[in-house]
C-alpha cells in the first residue's frame, strides 16, 4: 500500500520517501562544560564547579550565556 493512500495530504515524492527522525523524551539534558570535561546535570546538586552554556529564543533577540559557580549544590554566583 503506498504512503500517498494513507496521507489525506497531496505529497511529492521526495516528501514520500523522506523518514521520521526523533530522538524521543529521553535524550536527556544538553551537556555543560564542567571543569574541562562535559557532563550532563539533571539537577543542580549534579554541578559542583564553575560552568556556563548560551541559550536564545530566536535570532532576533541575540544571545544569552548564563555563567554558574556552583558548590555542594548550592549556587554561589550567577552572571547573565
Keep these: 500500500m503506498?504512503?500517498?493512500?494513507e496521507c489525506p495530504y497531496a505529497m511529492s515524492t521526495e516528501v514520500?520517501?523522506?523518514c521520521v527522525v526523533k530522538k524521543?523524551?529521553?535524550?536527556?539534558?544538553?551537556?555543560l562544560p564542567e571543569e574541562g570535561k562535559w557532563i550532563q546535570a539533571k539537577q543542580i546538586s549534579d554541578i559542583s564547579a564553575y560552568t556556563h552554556g548560551v541559550g536564545w529564543c530566536a535570532?532576533?533577540?541575540g544571545a544569552c550565556k548564563?555563567?554558574?559557580?556552583v558548590k555542594n549544590g548550592i549556587?554561589?554566583?550567577a552572571l547573565v
Design 2 to 5: 503506498s504512503k500517498v493512500s
Design 66 to 69: 548564563l555563567s554558574l559557580n
Design 24 to 31: 524521543g523524551c529521553d535524550h536527556g539534558p544538553a551537556p
Design 75 to 77: 549556587i554561589e554566583e
Design 16 to 18: 514520500q520517501e523522506q
Design 59 to 61: 535570532p532576533q533577540q
